[in-house]
């Protein structure tokens, strides 16, 4: 099993890539889809070395060696140890990243993708597949999502552009939600936040059910056609548009909750081509 020890910059190329797990504490990290040879190329590093292992079954590993991948939310002080590196691997390839402080940025991936953050934000630019992210001050971006993405923070902030999931579930205490969508018919968005605001636009001509709940925050819709109550216990605002294929569903203790209405989806598919 070939294992190198990085305590400078420099590049490594590998064989078969079958899975990736990755963990650094500051810095920056980029995970790259590519159809050539995988690849690891560090452009900085300070502190600690890395330790990288390439197993016969082809899982590579990139980690200090006291940074477990259960113990990425724990680590609160990331003391000096800081790296810039990329890593390129096939698209299907399944990635565990985690970090604390860095930067980490996903493109391309359609696998199974895990990352975990401390204050460390999150980019995610055309992944497909399955998605957990996990963080605790860390924010999440994501342009052209599709597939799944499950979001859960303390105080992170989630941001949507041009997304197309599946499934959306996101979950945070005080954390900002921002999400603008396409919904497929089947697709199914679920958001849960405590105090953090919650925004939602989707196209004039979407097909979904709505169901959105708070118990003291304003409800908020530009779409006519749903209907608000009000109660001791809190606001609510439901109803279908369209066909209602799709489900979209928020709810919050004290966050405020706006839905807003874009153009047609027909229209924004053009402006993407």
Known sequence: MPQYTIDSPGRLTFGEVTALNVRIVAGRLAVLASDGPPTLEVTEVDGAPLVVTHDDDGRLTVAYKDLTWDGILGLLRPGPRSTTLTLTVPKTCPVQAGVVAATAVVTGMEGV?????????????????????????????????????????????????????????????????????????????????????????????????????????????????????????????????????????????????????????????????
């Open 113 to 273: 993708t895990r990352l975990k953050a401390v204050s460390g934000d999150i980019v995610l630019d055309g992944v497909g597949g399955e998605v957990r992210a996990e963080t605790v001050s860390g924010a999440l971006e994501s342009r052209e999502l599709a597939g799944d993405l499950s979001f859960t923070s303390v105080s992170g902030e989630l941001t949507i552009a041009g997304g197309r999931p599946r499934r959306l579930r996101a979950n945070t205490v005080s954390g900002r939600v921002t999400t603008d969508l396409d919904l497929l018919p089947t697709g199914h968005v679920t958001l849960h936040s405590m105090s953090g605001t919650i925004v939602v636009r989707l196209p004039q001509d979407v097909d979904t059910d709505v169901s959105f709940r708070s118990t003291s925050g304003r409800i908020e819709s530009a779409f006519p056609e749903l209907h608000a109550s009000a109660t001791p216990g809190g606001r609510s605002l439901g109803g279908r548009l369209g066909g209602g294929m799709a489900s979209l569903s928020a709810t919050t203790v004290s966050g405020d909750v706006t839905l807003l209405c874009g153009q047609p989806a027909a229209g924004r598919a053009e402006e993407r081509s």
